[in-house]
């Protein structure tokens, strides 16, 4: 740009930077001569300063006098600015190492844009006040305000360019790069005597967080990643976590030091600190788990703690142990150093505990040497040192063995054996002892009663005796033992060996051992017995015990011929005898043969087809006890049974005979007629047979030659040793009540006039009680419909319909699928268990007291007792399978083809029954959880300590109410109440 300025025939020339100056020139019409000085005049005049060139002057003056036009520059020249040379950056190379790559991503992705500040320094005038003593001690202090200047250091932000240009890794105090310093400028004048800057630097580089620079280096004041960008860097600290063992003076304890890192670095290994660890020479096993270890690095990362001397062996105590051998003939001391935090080991604690013992013979300086030799010694841990030994005592003889029993034959024994082995494939007899002593190594056997003596043990002669630790004498031991086994059925009474019971002794010898074992043995007996009018022959057969054998048709045959049976003899009934006392079944009074009575001409033959009861107050079981309660003085029959056929014969007299086949002659008699009476039906069948039929169950009453059925069983008083138990087919009315112990069954209604004590009534109708039940835990009520009673104390009742009770029921189990109702204001249910399908109607329900009342509603609780049968008959059944299993692979060791095939079959029945009442079971499973609308209504208050119960939900009261009713809300699956309403 020209700076313009006329002066005549002059204008000045200046160039934009005002470095350079000159002269335009127009001549003027009269023409003129100009001098250099003209020219430095004008210049002047137009306030150049500087840089004026005389030569160009003079030479500019000559062109202009020749009168022509033209320009002249350059005529003053300024000095230009020197620009500043700029700092020069050598980086080291510092790339991020491969393990750290991913957290380098991690952490630089999420890393906030750079934050770069500079400091500016001001200078800043501020007054202060100086204190100034005076001249002489006396003269007061001087103030004086002075004016000063500090200088005040102030943080700017300055912003760059964010874009990250390159990154790397470093390590604390490392060496990021080196400075080389560049120059500054020096500033200019222009022609007219102005200074001019040097350019500003604007390339400034700047150093971020993390980043100083020290004597021309950049220096990491952490580790981490930096990063660089345009013209600034800086540090995003990551700090590796840092860890090392160490073992304590002793050897004993294992200490981590570490330093957390960054949180997000990947922490040590616990199995790396481990082997660290085992390297030193601790030992694995007393270290903490690599778990335990690697929590506790976790924890120090996350609080940013230090660990120092941490200890990361298992805490032991130190401990000592003062053991005497079970023979007290050695005393023996064990010791273990403190390890980790345990608790340390105290010395005089176990001297203390030494001499404590009163072991006698002690050396007590050497016990002493030896402790302190452990104690400052490398090892944890001294076992078993020996404190003193005492004097062992010299054993007696040995025992010696005599058996006080005859041996059977050779062929008594093997057949004995043989039916052992036979029984034992069958799977009908297992010894528990067969593994030990198998049948095999019998040699001898005897028979043998209930306690006889069997064998004798004989001891021999005394022993030494000895000293133990703490000189007590010790007595001497016996010999050895007779080398001698006693297997099940035998007992030993001091050194007598007796039986327990009838049966066989076996003996056998097994690696210098003699084994002694009894088990039952016991064959069938066979007795035959003869009616009065030797009409009958009846049959006893005991049962087989053990190994003992069955009876034979042979054997029955004997009887028979013994008693004097000759004919009239059930062959086939025989048969089967046979086969049910093979199976251990017992037949008793059993009729095996009859005779045939005559028959006369023109009498009328009554056969009646029902036993009528003997009328005997006491029966006797097969022990031989008797039974006062169990009577014989009612015939029961039921309904469509037949009672009696009489039989007019159509053709002459026919003699008859006994079973001893003695000749009956017949006999011209009258005819006995046969009347029926009430609820007794006549049939008349074939020519000549007529039959009698009961129409109605109950009892059979015979008065001469009428026959009628009372069907409704009545007794005036108790049921007692009077009457006996009362098993009636039809209803029953007792006036009075029903004593302990004794049972009555119905198949009608039973009515009860008054109390039932501690017995059982069943009835396949209702039962009706006047009083009440007072059963002490042991009463027992089973309905097929309702049972009524005054109150129920402690007793078991059962209905499938409804229980109800005028008055309380206390701590009593009641389960019905109808509904429990206690009518009165005195109906209180207080304690016990309840299980009611249709819910409960109470006055008041538990007691202040808070005694356990349980109620379960809504649920049929009868299938509830067939699913219990059912699981019971499935795990029965099933243990019959396994059984079966041992049975089949006995069989198919030894190549019973046949027996084989019939087990497997019985499995395959068995399995199929487990299948059909596995079915069974799940169906009525699913039965038991159907919901039956049904609530508890408590009429009067309901006490803490009742728990109710509906489909596996619980409901317990814990704070008394009045007048409630409870109830199952299958919606939301729980037990809930609400207010009784007035309705209810």
Known sequence: MAAKADSGAFQLIVDETKLSAGIRFTPRAEGAEYSAE??????????????????????????????????????????APRDPEPARYEWEDLPVPEDLKYEASLVLDNAPPP?????????????????????????PVKEKTVEVVEKLEKQEKVYVDPRVLAFGWCEKDARIGTVQPGKPGTPGVNVFGQALPPKVDSRSFFCGQGIHLEKGTLVAGDSGFFRRGDNWIDLVPYTLHQWDVSLSEDRNTCYLDFNPGFKDAAPPAAEDIVHAAVELGYPKEKLLASQDIQNMIAEAVKAGTALRKQGISVDEDGWFAVRVSEDKLKAHLSIRKRRGGGKPLVLKEVGAAIVQAGFKGLDKPAVQAAIMEFYRGPEAEMRDYVLVEGKAPLAGDDESFSLKVTSLAQADMSAIIGRAEQLRRDGLIDLESWNIFPPEKVEKMALVRAEQLVGEIVKGKNGEAGTDVFGARIEAPAGKKAPLHVCEGLRIEKNLIVAESDGVLEIGEQDGTTYLRHHPHKSASVSVRLSEDRMKAVLTVSPVEGTGFPATEEDIREALKKAGVSQGIDEELCARVCARTSRGEAVSDMVVARGRAPRDAGRVEVDFKIDFASGKGVTINKKGQANYRSQDRMTTVNEGDLIAEVRVPQGESEPGWDVTGKTLNSRELKQIPLEAGEHVEVREEEAGLTRFYASA?????????????RNVYTIAGDVDMKTGNIKFSGPVQIKGSVMPGFVVFSTGDVQIGGLVDASLVSSEGSIYIGHGVKGGGKAVLRSKKNVYAGFIEQGHVMAVGDIVVKNSCLRSSLRCNGKLVLKTDKGNLNGGIVKTRQGAEVQNLGNPNGVKTQVSFGQDYLVADRIQVEEKEITQTRDKVIKLDSILNRLEKAGETEKLHRARQEKLKF?????????????????????????????????????????????????????VVVFFDSRVGKIQKKPISKEE
């Open 38 to 79: 003209d020219l430095r005049n004008f210049l002047t005049a137009q306030g150049i300063r500087q840089g004026i060139d005389n030569k160009a002057l003079s030479e500019a003056a000559a062109r202009f006098s020749e009168g022509e036009e033209s320009e002249a520059g350059m005529l003053a020249l300024g000095e």
């Open 115 to 139: 934050e770069i500040f500079q400091t500016r320094t001001e200078k800043v005038k501020r007054h202060r006040t100086v204190r100034k003593k005076g001249l002489l001690p006396f003269m």
């Open 697 to 709: 169950s109950g009892e059979l009453i015979r008065e001469k030659n009428l026959i009628s059925v």
């Open 911 to 963: 399995i199929k029954l487990i299948e059909k009442r596995s079915l069974r079971l799940f169906t009525l499973r699913e039965k038991y959880e159907e919901h039956y609308p049904s609530e508890v209504v408590v009429r009067g208050s309901l006490y803490p300590g009742v728990v109710f119960e509906s489909h596996g939900r619980y409901y317990e009261v814990d704070k008394a109410e009045s007048g």
